[in-house]
């Protein structure tokens, strides 16, 4: 076969846009869009919605003397509510089951074999293992339009929330595809569900302490905003028109819009690169760079202004019982309390997603050993830094200093808010500051080294030790009284208390002169992990040498 019959062959193929002719689409919806599903959807969905129509409508008619305009809202929320659990729920469960039983019956090892493009491949499977669901979902539409017809529903209600319906959708498809595409376990459809259950209810009440960029990843924002709109005496968003990012305002659709799309493009990427080369990892160290100077970018600007504003510092309590106006008051008295919480939720989640992308882009030492004889063949110099083979240390110390002064970034704009500027009246803010980065960088640093020299499997198993059983000792004895005060040394010792030493010492700053066992713990586990990571950083160093004679003697 010549060369231009193969180019034009090739040409032919179709791209990632040309759904109507993906095979991989049209395979699974003839698979699933059998006659017999067809007609269950018909039943199942199509009647469901119908009878929230006729109920809403008949209840309206003889129960109420109000037009259906007034309460056509109740039939068309319960209708979206239906829908978002098709394609977020059932349809995410779908596509990482669908996708784990490729991987188990190595279809996916055949798809890599084809001629077709790694991004009409993610496209075919994104599009074809939740056809069902879209199906379903269509069956709903036609009462939904009725609904928004008769109900005189305006466009500027019923448009934010499908759009935003939409890119929530597509992006826990790709969360579902990645964790079906890399585990390929049976299990997995479960997993993707509970990270779903965990964005939706888990992680947006992070919040109330004013992280709200989880509460961005799901459609809730632009649900409340509606329902702001349509019920004016239920107040369920604070801010009903505008999402605030820094000092500007954003709508909640476009803020809600831009995250999701962000994210999907992480998981995009991830498959991406997987599709391309099965050993590739996850994500590249470019990519990994990038993706945590925008998640740091994000999350700044998401609580910047609720600290600027003090709303942060607000605590409201639905409850009304005399118990809960009594907290509410002992918190408001408390401020610190509550800054000190944010301070440490900012770095526990900056730490937790700083090792997470450690246990991507470091490579194993025998892909480690392979790149520096792969460079020496090709005549290039051993030292690399951006390549999947290269060392990970120079892109741990980046990530590190980008994590650290996001930190204190916050820390110093946390100090000047009028609340807490009151608390520390005068007092020296250094100390918070010392404590942040000697903290982030030894944690850091120690974990990322040890996945180095270590391994992966090897650092995870003394990571789960090293953090989990200092917590577990400690509850354990803060249960019993000759322990309570042993209790808060252990605490100290474990990386994930430490992230809280910087909010302790801020709470209790009047009180510098007398620190807590808690502190000298923390001081003794900075020590510890000090010395962890320059003992594994000298074995690198050494290791490195030691391959290098042995990729001259290849």
Same mark, same amino acid.
């Given at each position: ?10 040409? %032919? ?56 305009? &007034?309460?056509? $809202? ?8 239906? &829908? ?22 190595? #279809? ?23 056809? !069902? ?33 939409? *890119?929530? *959708? ?15 376990? !049976? ?39 509606? %329902? ?12 009903? &028109? ?23 493009? $992480? ?18 160290? #470019?990519?990994? #760079? ?35 106006? $009594?907290? &509410? ?11 000190? *919480? ?62 650290? $002064? ?91 208390? @430490? ?7 801020? %709470? ?30 000298? !074995? ?7 391959? @290098? ?6």
């Amino acid at each position: 076969m010549s060369d231009k019959v193969q180019a034009e062959r090739l040409k %032919a193929l179709p791209q990632c846009w040309e759904l109507w002719r993906n095979p991989i689409f049209h395979r699974y919806r003839r698979s699933r869009l059998r006659l017999s599903s067809l007609i269950t959807g018909v039943l199942l969905y199509g009647g469901t919605s119908l009878l929230f129509y006729l109920m809403a409508l008949g209840f309206t008619v003889t129960q109420t003397d109000l037009p259906f305009e &007034q309460t056509a $809202v109740y039939p068309f929320g319960f209708l979206v509510l239906l &829908q978002i659990f098709i394609l977020n729920f059932v349809g995410t469960g779908e596509v990482a089951a669908g996708m784990a039983r490729e991987s188990v019956d190595e #279809v996916l090892t055949y798809q890599r074999l084809t001629p077709l493009g790694p991004a009409t491949k993610i496209i075919g499977y994104l599009f074809g293992l939740p056809v !069902r669901q879209f199906y379903h979902f269509i069956l709903t539409l036609p009462v939904t339009v009725i609904i928004i017809v008769t109900g005189q529903i305006p466009a500027e209600i019923w448009i934010p929330i499908y759009a935003v319906l939409f *890119t929530s *959708t597509f992006m826990f498809y790709l969360l579902a595809m990645s964790v079906g595409f890399i585990m390929g376990k !049976r299990f997995s459809a479960l997993i993707s569900q509970g990270l779903v259950a965990l964005l939706y209810f888990a992680l947006p009440q992070l919040s109330n302490f004013g992280f709200i960029i989880f509460e961005y990843f799901t459609i809730r924002p632009a649900l409340f905003a509606a %329902a702001n709109k349509m019920l004016p005496k239920i107040k369920m968003f604070e801010h009903d &028109q505008y999402a605030l990012f820094y000092n500007w305002e954003i709508s909640h659709t476009i803020y809600s819009i831009v995250l999701q799309c962000l994210i999907g493009w $992480v998981f995009y990427s991830l498959m991406l690169r997987r599709w391309r080369l099965e050993s590739s990892h996850l994500l590249s160290k #470019v990519q990994c #760079v990038a993706t945590v100077i925008i998640l740091h970018v994000i999350i700044l600007g998401g609580v910047w202004a609720n600290t600027s504003n003090g709303s942060m510092l607000d605590v409201k309590i639905q409850a009304r019982t005399p118990e809960m106006a $009594v907290l &509410q008051q002992t918190i408001s008295e408390n401020v610190e309390l509550i800054a000190a *919480t944010v301070l440490s939720l900012y770095g526990l989640i900056g730490f937790s997603f700083a090792i997470l992308l450690q246990y991507i882009y470091t490579p194993d030492k025998f892909r480690y050993l392979a790149g520096l004889r792969e460079r020496k063949n090709q005549a290039r110099t051993p030292y690399a830094v951006l390549s999947d083979s290269a060392s990970g240390i120079p892109t741990s110390v980046l990530i590190t200093v980008i994590t650290t $002064v996001a930190w204190l970034v916050y820390s110093e704009h946390l100090s000047r808010s009028p609340e807490v500027a009151e608390f520390i009246a005068g007092e020296s803010w250094a100390p918070v500051d010392y404590m942040l980065i000697a903290v982030s960088v030894t944690t850091l640093l120690a974990h990322g080294f040890s996945l180095e020299y270590l391994g992966k499997k090897l650092t995870a198993t003394i990571a789960c030790f090293t953090w989990v059983i200092p917590l577990a000792v400690a509850l354990l004895l803060s249960t019993w009284s000759f322990g309570e005060k042993a209790s808060g040394f252990i605490y100290g010792f474990s990386p994930l208390s @430490m992230n809280f030493s910087p909010g302790y010492i801020m %709470a209790s700053v009047h009180n510098a002169e007398d620190p807590t066992l808690f502190i000298y713990g923390c001081k003794l586990g900075i020590l510890f992990y000090l010395v962890i990571c320059l003992y594994c950083l000298s !074995r690198i160093i050494l290791r490195h040498k030691h391959y @290098m004679l042995l990729r001259d003697s290849v």
